[in-house]
Structure formats: structure tokens, C-alpha cells
């Protein structure tokens, strides 16, 4: 039995698809779920010969710092045995208990308490497991992670790759209600949410939650779907559900958005806030709170990225996995200020690889307006549609920053890619793709503003090449980047219209002559009242 008590409060008009980005919080005791965080006091062991039947008194052990990251150089193989105690209140005795791994290269094992919990093969992706009957309240409880490690080579035999096998942090143990919010959709927060029916008035939206029983008996419960805008309350839908004990029960709620504030790219990432929690005779069992945004994506009729019915070009570059024995919250902080260089320079697209597609590089470009085109092996085409995998559907489909294409023919609740939108994104015709360490402005500012004049349409104007220092007494060309139209240049007080135009944003001078001594150069060129200037002083020897 179900009824609906509270559909909505307000509503208007928006054309969106509407996604929510996954984030981890502590939640405190009154929302039925504790994160501890699991990170330190790891050991580490390996063996090349896979001989070793009790690691714990085997092995020869070492104390690591995570992330701990083992180069595989030679063709041998075998196993790396991560292994931390913890350990369990006696409160926590009628709880449901998970592990959460953020990422671990290599096929993996986990056992806990010496019996064997569960196994993931799903190579640098984020791993949950429910361990509640192997953990034993009251006493420390020994987690043990075995890694297998293999020398990958190419068809013919050669050294293809060199492979890193090894733990990633964050680890965290997550303790809920015997009644709560599935932690089984492979790492997803529990709830999907997908536009619905949306005309000039009103926008609807659907958010699937899924809810699982383990109390052995059925429950009465209320399921909460709330929205907010900062502190301000803006939508909600609240269900009455009796819940039975049949495993995994998925339930959709409608909510009709009023007035939105749309995730717009750099331009503006607006994000708003998503709380589902269940209830039961006032008392909260579950909760998980996370960013959402609106927004659509689109393409028109010759394959343009169309963001929020507006043409939006996309620039950015391609991310390389460069150093990857760093764990992801450093490997993020450093893209930070790597994505700010970008956006700076008009840059708005990111290519990332399946390895990297974390919620955390994932939720930093929600927060920063970077589209995200995913590369990633774990899409199989089929015809003209492009499917991916149940797993990175579940982590992923949830950031309004990643470009996942829904069929209008699909159910709303199952996603899909449009083949053509993978391809235009990732073509070197439609994307320009850069090394991110190569916009530096300090290091290379001839670099940095000829993306930047293509790029950002703000304006901008860039003399190349300033040297302190010229000799002879003429410059056989004075170049000049500039995004605005016919710029004007200053030699000396005296000055020069028109230059000769090369590409779409470079302008060249030729035979300009010199003065003995300090010369300066000013360029400056007007658009819609904004004026954009650029100077360069020098010294000209042997000028007259």
C-alpha cells in the first residue's frame, strides 16, 4: 500500500535532464547512518608464487601509508595482502555493516576475519561490501584485501604496459539499519533521479530510490524526498510505504520543479541539494544527502553540442594518467588547480579515462562546469547506440558534468549514450586537446593566450613573443592574438590600423621601425563597448 501525502510546492518552467552528483558524508546519530573512516594502520605482504595459504602468520609484513602503489616490472605474478584491524561497537550488534573501497587496481579478494567476504574484478573502480555476518562486535576484526597482480603484455609476447597493482584510500566502514538505503548499486548513492514529461509550465522529475528489509518482518515506513536551495526549502514529495522483506525494492517519487536555477557549464554550475531519508514513526532509519543539477544536453541536426538549448562549443583537454600512485583526493586536488588553468583559458571539456571516472573527479567537475566526455572501455556499442555497463551507469550517471545521452524512447529510468555524441566529443575537429600542463601562463604565455583567444569568449588580446631586449632597427613582424575584431596597434606614439589577419585570431605587422633605446608597443581593439588592451616594453639596440 502506498499513497502520496505531499506532491509539490512550486512549480514552473525549465527544459532539463536532471542528474545528482554522489559525495560522502558523515552522517551524525540522527540519520541512522555512521561512516569511520578506515585509512590507517595498514600492513602490507606479497608473494610472486602464490604459495602462501596463511598470510597472517606467513607473511613477512610491513607497515604502509595508503595509497600503496607496487610497480610490476617483470612478468611474474601473484598477490599483494593488505590487512588492518578494527574495531566494532557492541551497539552496532543488530546493524547492517559495509566496507567501502574508493578504487583497488587489481582483481581483488576481501576477507574479514579470515572467512571470504566478497571479490571484485572490476579494475580501478570503487567497491562496497556488506560484511555483517562476518563481524564480530566487541572485539577487533581484522580486514584482510588480496590483490592479484599480473604483468600485462601485448598479443605477441612484448612488453605492452607497465602495471601498478595496489590499495587506494578512502576506506571507510558504514554501519545502517537493519532497514535502509541500498548500498548494493555498485558504489551509487541509492537514489537515480532522470527528467520526465517537460513542457513551457513545468518540469517533472522522477527520483528512484532503492530500499532494502533485512529485519525479517514487514515495516510501515515514510519516504522523503526533499530539495533545497542553499537553506531555502524549494520541493518535496513524501510517500507512505508498506515495505516487505522481498530483497531490493526500488520506488519513484515525482517532483515538479519551480523556478530553477539551471547547472549552465564554467558560466555558472549552480547546484542544488538532494536529501532522501525513510522514516519510521518519526524516527529517521536512513538518510544520504548529495549536490543535484539541472541541466540538458543536446545536439542538433549536424552533431553540435547543444547545452541547455544554447550551442556550447566544447574546448579541453585530454586527462593522462601520469602519476598513479597517488591516491584520488590528492590526484584531485592537483587536477584542481590544473581544470582552474583551463577554465581560465576558455576551456570547458575534460576527457577522462574509465580509471579516473571516481565520484570525486566527478564532483569536482560538477562544481566547476567542466563537461566531462568519458573514455572509457566499459561502453560497448551495439548498432548506433553505445551501453554502458550496469556498473559505470550506477557510479556515474548521477553528475551533471558527465555526457551521458538518454534516448527519448528509453524508459526515464534507464540510460543510454547516443554513439554520435561519444564521437563528436572526442574528435580532434570538434575538441581541441592539450596536455593540461601546457596552459601555465607564468611558463608559457604565448602558449596560454593562443588557446585563450580561441577559446573564452571574453575578450582578449596578447602580443607574442616580448623579449627585453631587440636588435636591428626594424621588427619584420609584430604578431598579435586577438578574439575581437580589427585591433589597432601603437608603435612610438604613432599608430596602426588594420594588420594583416591570418587565422581567426591572429594579426601580424610587418617592417615596423625601431627607436634607439626603450620602445613600447600598445594594442588595444573595441567590442560592444569593451575595450581590450594589451603593452610591451623593450630596449632596441642599434637602432638609429
Known sequence: MMKIIVLFLRRSFILIILNLSFFTCIYGQNTGRVIIPLNQHWQMTHNNDDSLTNPLSEGN?????LPDIRRVEDESSGFLWYSA?????????????????????????LFINGKLAGEHSDCFTPWTAEITSFIIPGKPNNILVQIHKHYQTSSSGTMETEGYTGLYPPISLIITNKVNISLSDITSSGSLIVSGKVNDSIAKVYVRTRLENHSGHRRSIELRCTVWDNKEFVTRDVREIELDTTGVIAFVQDLDFGIPSVWNGTER????????????????????????????????????FVLNNTLYPLYGVEIQLVNDHSDMKTMVSNLKKEFRSIIAVGGNTVVVPDRL????????????????????????K????????????????????????????????????????????ISSKDVWSIPPDSINKSKYPDRYYWYKTRWSVKPAIYFTTKPDTVSGKTLNVVRLYCNLEDPVIVVNGKTFNQGEKGSSIDFSWKNIELKKGKNTFRAWARKKGIRCEDSWEFMAIDAP
Open 382 to 425: 551495439n548498432d548506433n547506440k553505445v551501453n554502458p555497463e550496469p556498473g559505470f551507469f550506477l557510479r556515474n550517471f548521477n553528475h551533471p558534468s558527465l555526457l551521458i545521452r538518454q534516448s527519448q524512447n528509453d524508459h526515464p529510468l534507464e540510460g543510454k549514450i547516443d554513439a554520435n555524441a561519444l564521437r563528436f566529443a
Open 61 to 65: 609484513w610491513e607497515k604502509v601509508i
Open 269 to 304: 554550475p549552480y547546484l542544488y541539494k538532494l536529501h532522501v531519508e525513510i522514516r519510521e514513526k518519526g524516527t529517521i532509519l536512513d538518510a544520504v544527502t548529495q549536490p543535484l543539477a539541472l541541466r540538458s544536453f543536446g545536439f542538433d541536426s549536424i552533431q553540435r
Open 357 to 380: 571516472l571516481t565520484g570525486s573527479l566527478c564532483s569536482l567537475c560538477d562544481s566547476l562546469g567542466l563537461v566531462i566526455v568519458p573514455k572509457t572501455s566499459g561502453l560497448q
Open 85 to 109: 584491524s578494527f574495531p566494532v561497537d557492541k551497539k552496532y550488534i543488530s546493524k547492517r555493516i559495509y566496507i567501502s573501497f574508493d578504487r583497488i587496481n587489481g582483481d581483488a579478494g
